[in-house]
């Protein structure tokens, strides 16, 4: 039994060893703006919608997560169609991504008023980080500056009517 546990250990100490983690921006109330995960929510209200959303966590710690958000969508062609833009700033650190991203949806109308849409965004993402504030060994291997640009699709589908909203996403 004792084997198993030694096992275990050692497997988590290897996922660990070689896993490669991202940080997605943070937003806490996801229902208020459903747009910044799910790119099939663009013109689903049949109206122009613009947001902005600032969010600072934790902000007497020095290099506390900062993140910055705009967004807007709006519908097209008698509300078949659905277009958006989002921006979005987020700083945790020396670390700071950026990304700029278009959205198009299309939307089918269902019984009553049921409507069923399909979206996909498409944009660029900008990794960048600043060192110069960071106490560091000189040419520290685990600290060296980058500033990455990388292409980024998404895809969502969702299920609206007045009584409720579903949807399930891949926004990166």
């Known amino acids: ?13 290897l996922i660990a060893a070689c896993s490669w983690a991202q940080q997605d921006p943070t937003y806490t109330q996801y229902l208020n703006n459903p747009f910044t995960i799910n790119p099939a929510y663009a013109g689903i209200n049949n109206r122009f919608n613009a947001n902005i959303q600032y969010r600072s966590q ?24 659905g277009v958006g833009l989002m921006i979005i700033q987020d700083k945790i ?5 950026t990304e700029i991203s278009t959205a ?45 640009n990388r292409f980024n699709t ?3 589908v969702m299920l609206k009517s007045d009584r409720y909203l579903i949807g399930i996403s891949i926004p990166r």
């Open 154 to 156: 998404g895809t969502g």
């Open 58 to 81: 934790w902000s007497a710690v020095e290099g506390h997560p900062e993140t910055f958000n705009f967004n807007s969508h709006i519908s097209l062609v008698n509300n078949k169609l």
């Open 104 to 148: 198009y949806s299309y939307k089918i109308k269902l019984k009553g008023d049921q409507v069923f849409s399909f979206g996909m965004q498409m944009g660029m993402m900008r990794f960048t980080n600043n060192n110069d504030n960071l106490n560091l060994q000189p040419n520290d291997p685990y600290f060296v500056p980058y500033n990455v």
């Open 93 to 97: 650190g020396e670390n700071t991504t």
């Open 1 to 13: 039994m004792n084997h198993w546990k030694i096992l275990f250990a050692a497997g988590c100490w």
